[in-house]
């Protein structure tokens, strides 16, 4: 199993869909986790970090679910600026070392 | 605030050639510092990490080094590319505490031919 899983996609969804994507991992002491956004050919941006009692962030909210080894990312309201790859990210040992999974590409249609 | 600067953006390279590629962080004292590398379609794979100057730690066995030279200073070389090496390599920096968030440099995308 990899240490962090992500679907590929692509999700297809129309302008004001709500999507969700999870994120499987398999290290149960991880503590940290975050979500990435990355465009093409561009460095990942921090979306967010995700808290064991869930987080809201505009029309974005992530939720971890420790029992059963993921996290998720809701998006509400898509626009067409949401079009990107969504990374999942978990801590790894010490020294904040980031294990990513391989992305979700979103892509966004009016 | 902390700013990340890594170049060159793009490079192409023979097989064979050397390689260095430099990151540096301004606005923040002893980082940590990482290189990742991501192949095309694939994720991140963290290849390097440093938590002070000469202090690197080597997350898998490859054709390519790390040094630190300067507390916000970080190198990535190799003495002979190969066509695996090709890749978008990202530098990235976090401050020393735990559950910290890692900010990216822009990358450099370099392809071996």
């Known amino acids: 199993r990899k240490e962090v899983e992500q679907d590929p996609g692509p999700f297809n969804v129309p302008e004001g869909a709500t999507v969700a994507f999870n994120c499987t991992y398999s290290n149960s002491a991880s503590q940290s986790f975050f979500w990435y956004r990355q465009d093409c050919r561009k460095e990942p941006k921090l979306l967010m970090s995700?808290?064991?009692s869930g987080n809201e962030d505009g029309r974005f909210t992530a939720q971890l679910n420790r029992a059963s080894q993921y996290i998720s990312l809701l998006i509400r309201d898509s626009k067409l600026s949401d079009s990107a790859t969504y990374l999942c990210?978990?801590?790894?040992?010490?020294?904040?070392?980031?294990?990513f999974g391989a992305g979700t590409r979103l892509a966004v249609h009016p | 605030s902390q700013t990340i600067h890594q170049w060159p953006a793009t490079l192409v390279q023979p097989v064979g050639s050397p390689l260095s590629l430099e990151c540096t962080v301004e606005g923040t004292s002893n980082p940590n510092l990482y290189w990742y590398r991501q192949a095309a379609g694939r994720g991140l794979q963290l290849l390097f990490y440093?938590?002070?100057?000469?202090?690197i730690s080597s997350e898998v066995p490859q054709n390519l080094s790390a040094s630190r030279p300067q507390d916000r200073q970080f190198i990535l070389s190799s003495k002979k590319l190969l066509l695996s090496d090709s890749g978008f390599y990202l530098c990235?920096?976090?401050?020393?505490?735990?559950?910290?968030?890692?900010?990216f440099g822009s990358g450099t995308q370099l392809s071996v031919l």
């Open positions: 990210a978990r801590g790894s040992g010490g020294y904040n070392k980031l294990i």
């Open positions: 995700v808290y064991s």
């Open positions: 440093s938590i002070g100057i000469d202090q």
């Open positions: 990235a920096w976090t401050t020393g505490g735990t559950g910290e968030k890692l900010f």
